[in-house]
T-cell receptor, first 116, second 113 residues
Framework: GAVVSQHPSRVICKSGTSVKIECRSL??????MFWYRQFPKQSLMLMAT?????????EQGVEKDKFLINHASLTLSTLTVTSAHPEDSSFYIC????????????FGEGSWLTVV | LAKTTQPISMDSYEGQEVNITCSHN???????ITWYQQFPSQGPRFIIQ?????VTNEVASLFIPADRKSSTLSLPRVSLSDTAVYYC??????????????WGLGTSLAVNP
């Protein structure tokens, strides 16, 4: 199946710093990618929809200035957590729908962010 | 977007067949039913997808009745490594690339030795 890759898989940063997480579709092009966060033993919560060549669409309650999303190419979207705080510590996951008429959505491996 | 309902947890033993049923009463004509598996600290992994009747692949089978208001994921002869959370989702077909999924809590399957 299609492959979506995230990097880094784990990152620890200090409060107040920024962290960038990359999401790549390795064998298909994705004009849209989705960013989720997941707290332990909870379900995935959609944060934003990343659109190639245009602004991301954020879900209600998600601060766009804090969670910067850039979809610079058809295979890469990045999520930057700015001025990170301990409460931003979470598991961040990206996904991308297979292109064309396919409707299978593939997920990255996830990125654990710990803010200390 | 159609919501789904599935059991919170299930227990099984190695070698048994496990069936997880999901309800999706307001599924639309263009919706597909998709199941994902998630291990701790990993992203969800696509298992199987179907529209109606039965779909089978190398890891699972998916049974969908004629009214499509429910579906059953069948895992044959589970092993300890099948212990995971299983999510049932309804995905609009041909909705362009802008497809948002509604995630429930999934079914936490525990396979015991």
């Amino acid at each position: 199946g299609a492959v979506v890759s995230q990097h880094p898989s784990r990152v620890i940063c200090k409060s107040g710093t920024s962290v960038k997480i990359e999401c790549r579709s390795l064998d298909f092009q994705a004009t849209t990618m989705f960013w989720y966060r997941q707290f332990p033993k909870q379900s995935l919560m959609l944060m934003a929809t990343s659109n190639e060549g245009s602004k991301a669409t954020y879900e209600q309650g998600v601060e766009k200035d804090k969670f910067l999303i850039n979809h610079a190419s058809l295979t890469l979207s990045t999520l930057t957590v700015t001025s990170a705080h301990p409460e931003d510590s979470s598991f961040y996951i990206c996904s991308a729908p297979q292109g064309g008429s396919g409707n299978t959505i593939y997920f990255g491996e996830g990125s654990w962010l710990t803010v200390v | 977007l159609a919501k789904t309902t599935q059991p919170i947890s299930m227990d099984s033993y190695e070698g048994q067949e496990v069936n997880i049923t999901c309800s999706h009463n307001n599924i639309a004509t263009n919706d597909y039913i998709t199941w994902y598996q998630q291990f701790p600290s990993q992203g969800p992994r696509f298992i199987i997808q179907g529209y109606k009747t039965k779909v089978t692949n190398e890891v699972a089978s998916l049974f969908i009745p004629a009214d499509r208001k429910s579906s059953t994921l069948s895992l044959p002869r589970v092993s300890l490594s099948d212990t995971a959370v299983y999510y049932c989702l309804v995905v609009p077909h041909n909705a362009g690339n802008n497809r948002k999924l509604i995630w429930g809590l999934g079914t936490s399957l525990a396979v015991n030795p």
